[in-house]
């Protein structure tokens, strides 16, 4: 009689529990509709937002005017938000005794500054998108906005960037470089005083692609010249595909006193990273004084970070995967022959979406392995993404990085910082810690005696400022 009453009480006591749990799962399940719903109606409220935002700056651009001038003429206004805070607490509760203990993250007092002075980003979920990079012996800053306003500070002065007056308009003939999100600039870097700024350009009609131009930098203006353009464009009606935002690609790094390395995205026609004909879905170094490239490797989908090691000769570099397969890679000795990273042909990432045509899929299999088709695995993929952006060595060693992340979910590990650690022989990763900043990190810039990192954060439009302790 007992047993059977226990049996009873625990067959009840199930259905409860299934009860309680199906009733979690649609309740998750119309919060999580709410939620999807609310975002929704937030991102088209910023899309009205930056319409309007764009008629008024089309009508300031007939007049030779700009609205980031009106909201301030003269320079753009950084607000201290927090100074020399250890990074554990600055994060709370997210950051765990693992990364406290973390001898590379706690060797910096960090700090975080703040504008609302700048607008115009590079995806709907940023406030503003800029790049950033030392000058005059790391003793000054220089930055660009996404579209082009030009500003420089000194190191110890950081809240106040003043402005740069550039002839910049004379190059961009197309209005989506200043109106729209998938355009506009996608890096700067300098070298002995010149300027290198890479941006997407409207090459002929309805055909795009990436060129640099160049200044020597003058903080009263900057006098752009042509200094280098891919040797095609992809025009947006071409049988395969096109969006601007996976042609960006567009870093900079330099190689040697006489060559810097560029990389190019291929603008969704995939089958241009695999065609050597082509300067798309490469990454290409530039000769300073022919301005004539050579590409280093094919196979590139949307490379957004680009280091290179002169000390220990490899390229380490990151790209954006399609659905899932962001990408981090490493090429040894990449300037002795072209190395070949196989997109589309292998990816872990999937299309976006299902009914693409036999054609494509034909083009871009994205099978499931690197190496038994010929190309080079990854270091290391995402999967999901993490919306992977800028990497950069903090180390004199060249085997510990920082590496960005933007996306919209810290779960998946965006929205954030990430560190790497390479083993003796630079082949594998040994270390991998992540750091939820919560914010859309775009651009990492480190001093040259690697005591300053700064980060840009487009999410609240900021600086994170990281400096060792004395």
């Known amino acids: ?223 752009f010249e042509n200094f280098f353009k891919t040797s095609d464009c992809v025009k947006v009606n071409n049988g395969h595909g096109f969006w601007p935002h996976q042609g960006a690609g567009g870093r900079i790094f330099l190689v040697d006193e006489d060559h810097i390395l560029f990389t190019t995205g291929d603008f969704r026609n995939r089958p241009l990273a695999q065609d050597l004909q082509s300067d798309f879905g490469k990454i290409i170094k530039i000769n300073l ?15 957004q970070g680009l280091f290179y090691s002169k000390k220990f000769d490899f390229i380490l570099s990151t790209e954006h995967g399609p659905k899932g397969g962001d990408e981090i890679n490493l090429n040894h000795k990449p300037l002795d022959q072209i190395k070949n990273f196989g997109w589309p042909i292998a990816s872990y990432g999937d299309h976006y979406h299902k009914n693409y045509s036999e054609k494509i899929i034909e083009e871009a299999p994205l099978n499931k392995n690197h190496k038994k088709f010929g190309f080079i695995e990854p270091l290391k993929y995402f999967n999901p993404s993490i919306g992977i952006s800028e990497v950069k060595s903090i180390n004199d060693e060249d085997n510990i990085f920082f590496i960005g992340a933007m996306g919209n979910e810290i779960k998946d590990m965006d929205l954030g910082l990430h560190l790497i650690e390479l083993d003796k022989n630079y082949k594998k990763i040994i270390k991998h810690v992540y750091v939820p900043i919560n914010e859309r990190i775009r651009d990492i810039i480190v001093s040259k005696q690697k005591d300053i990192v700064i980060l840009f954060l487009e999410t609240s439009s900021s600086l994170l400022i990281f400096k060792k302790q004395s």
């Open 1 to 223: 009689m007992i047993k059977l009453i226990k049996k009873k009480f625990t067959y009840i006591l199930i259905v409860i529990l299934t009860i309680l749990l199906v009733t979690g799962y649609f309740v998750n399940k119309e919060n999580s509709f709410s939620k999807k719903n609310e975002i929704a109606n937030f991102a088209k409220q910023l899309n009205i937002r930056n319409e309007q935002i764009v008629k008024i700056q089309k009508n300031l651009f007939k007049d030779g005017k700009n609205i980031n001038n009106l909201i301030n003429e003269k320079q753009i206004t950084f607000n201290k938000i927090f100074e020399n805070k250890k990074l554990y607490e600055v994060i709370g509760d997210h950051f765990s005794k693992d990364y406290k203990n973390n001898k590379n993250l706690n060797q910096y007092l960090v700090s975080k500054y703040k504008t609302n002075e700048m607008l115009f980003t590079g995806n709907i979920g940023a406030t503003a998108t800029g790049y950033l990079d030392f000058f005059n012996k790391d003793q000054n800053l220089l930055m660009t906005t996404y579209d082009g306003i030009f500003a420089y500070s000194d190191i110890k002065n950081i809240k106040n960037f003043k402005k740069i007056k550039s002839n910049l308009r004379d190059f961009i003939n197309y209005d989506k470089f200043h109106f729209h999100l998938q355009y506009g600039i996608k890096d700067i870097f300098v070298n002995k005083n010149i300027v290198y700024l890479s941006y997407i350009d409207e090459d002929a009609k309805d055909c795009f692609d990436l060129k640099i131009i160049s200044a020597d930098i003058n903080v009263d203006f900057l006098n």
């Open 289 to 303: 004084k022919s301005k004539k490239g050579k590409i280093v490797s094919i196979g590139h989908r949307n490379p």
